[in-house]
């Protein structure tokens, strides 16, 4: 039988595309990984784009520590003035935004936005 | 098993649930759930735990007819669960989500601190359409 024996790694892929920078996440999201996409978030940001896209779809897992990290940037998306889009994840990364009731709360969209 | 008490630790025990998940055929959303639960509990006992830095972090997981159970062990001298502060954006999820998808949990403090919960086999995440959600 295959199956993970240890945890995977969060990938973190960058495009720039016309719109903003636009950050493709793979693999695991947790309290070992956040720390990543806090920076690579940070770096998307630094150049004050108008808009963020942060693709979902390709994460494996994701707990409350990345859930917490989407609703402080969403926040900070309304502080500081740039559109933030979320491109919904599959089940296994849906469930924490739904048992939680956040996925009503944030930008959510099904393809990332054409540029 | 025994984890050291790192940022590591969540997804190493993750990895051992769903072996023992995937031993005992169980997969799917109840999966989904365990794999979610597993990681705010040792996630929790990494950041909160009170012991000493190189204690280590010990997890039980048993599957039963009746379901998981998963009880995760630290150092610490307990905490007292709190809702979730509206104050603090994202900040007690991991407890939330205990309640909402867990059978039922509890803490238990008797030297170290025991932070555990039972999942229904059978039980899945609870859908949008439970309660008064959006139609």
Known sequence: MHSVAVARPLEIERHDDAAGPRLVLRGELDIATAPRLQEAVDAALAAGPQMLVVDLRELAFLDSSGLRQFIVLAGRAEQEGFRLALVRPAPPALAVFQITRAEENLPFVEEPPSS | ?135
């Open chain 2, 1 to 135: 098993m025994e984890l050291a008490r790192d940022v590591n630790a969540p997804g190493l025990a993750r990895a051992a649930v769903f072996e023992q998940l995937l031993t005992a055929g169980v997969d799917g959303e109840l999966g989904q759930t365990a794999m979610l639960l597993v990681s705010e509990v040792v996630s929790n006992a990494v950041r909160h735990s009170q012991g000493p830095a190189d204690a280590a972090i010990a997890m039980e997981a048993t599957i039963t007819a009746g379901g998981l159970r998963v009880a995760v062990t630290d150092a610490g001298e307990g905490f007292t669960p709190r809702p979730r502060d509206p104050e603090q954006p994202g900040a007690g999820y991991g407890l939330y989500l205990l309640e909402r998808s867990a059978s039922s949990w509890g803490v238990e403090s008797d030297g170290g601190t025991t932070v555990w919960f039972e999942l229904d086999l059978g039980r899945s995440i609870p859908s949008r359409a439970a309660g008064s959600g959006r139609g």
